[in-house]
């Protein structure tokens, strides 16, 4: 019912910049938190960042400094702006939106399919 695009990954030297973007369809009522994850080879997913529907934002400690989160609300559209780019930031990148569609009226986890970013040394 909420398909999830994202966009945005690919190989950047250490320093470098990326931006991703995840746009969210389907069915939509109304979108509370969006926010990023990633997972590196071996280990577990973490939260990297997250935006409530009123702005506020939460970071993990790792990157609080170098990332911003933001979201477009007519887009239904999250995004992370990533700066100063460390070799350890190379994951893959998911994009996870709390959704409520029509015909449930609650919030749902929903996931997008993730996006590799590769930070080179």
């Known amino acids: 019912q909420v398909h999830l695009v994202e966009s945005g990954g690919g190989l950047v030297q250490a320093g470098g910049s990326l931006r991703l973007s995840c746009a969210a369809s389907g069915t939509i009522f109304s979108i509370n938190a969006m926010g990023w994850y990633r997972q590196a080879p071996g280990k577990q997913r973490e939260l990297v960042a997250t935006?409530?529907?009123?702005?506020?934002?939460n970071y993990v400690d790792s990157v609080k400094g170098r990332f911003t989160i933001s979201r477009d609300n007519a887009k239904n559209t999250v995004y992370l702006q990533m700066n100063s780019l460390k070799p350890e930031d190379t994951s893959v990148y998911y994009c996870?939106?709390?959704?409520?569609?029509?015909?449930?009226?609650?919030?749902?986890?929903?996931w997008g399919k993730g996006t590799l970013v590769t930070v080179s040394s």
């Open positions: 996870n939106v709390n959704a409520v569609v029509a015909g449930i009226y609650y919030g749902m986890d929903y």
């Open positions: 935006i409530t529907s009123g702005g506020g934002t």
